[in-house]
């Protein structure tokens, strides 16, 4: 049995995206295994990778790189005008890393070691853990018996359990939006 495509879900502008990641990584990881049998890196989360693109893939690059450097797997990721003169469309330099390692995340970061409370961490994963203190926090004053959302106070609401809901606090006040994801 196989489920019937249901056309409002085909975005071919969201399908080029990913296929241009999908080839970029795949540049990349070659790079990165080379970089690797030279002992240049020790291992992907080791590296700093820097893209030589032009015009469109410059833009491309320079508009997804967060997304690109998660789907790497590297601690940093850079983009520059291509002024090479090989005829690779694409350039790709693999260098260490500059930082130290996160002791949460296995990054490398210039941030490790600037907060006084958690000098092993980057700053990153230091956001990351003040953010989950407080979905931590909401959570356990939320009634988890039904499925209802009270218009008229936000401040309560009912979880059902075939539903995960993430809390995040908004930036303007105490109250916690919930987003109901399917498992």
Known sequence: YFPEVNEQYDNKELTEKWNKILELK?????????????????????A???LYANDKDYEFIKNNLEILKTVFIVSDLQVEENLRKEKEKIGIKVEMAEGEKCERCWMYSTTVGEDKENPTICHNSQFSLNWSDISIALSFDIPRTSASLDGSNFNT??????????ILLAIAGPIPFIIPFDK
């Open 26 to 46: 795949e540049l990349v990881s070659k790079n990165l295994e080379l970089a690797r049998a030279d002992k240049i890196i020790g291992h992907s989360l080791n």
């Open 48 to 50: 700093k990778i820097t």
């Open 157 to 166: 609401c009912n979880v059902s359990s075939p539903n995960i809901f993430v």
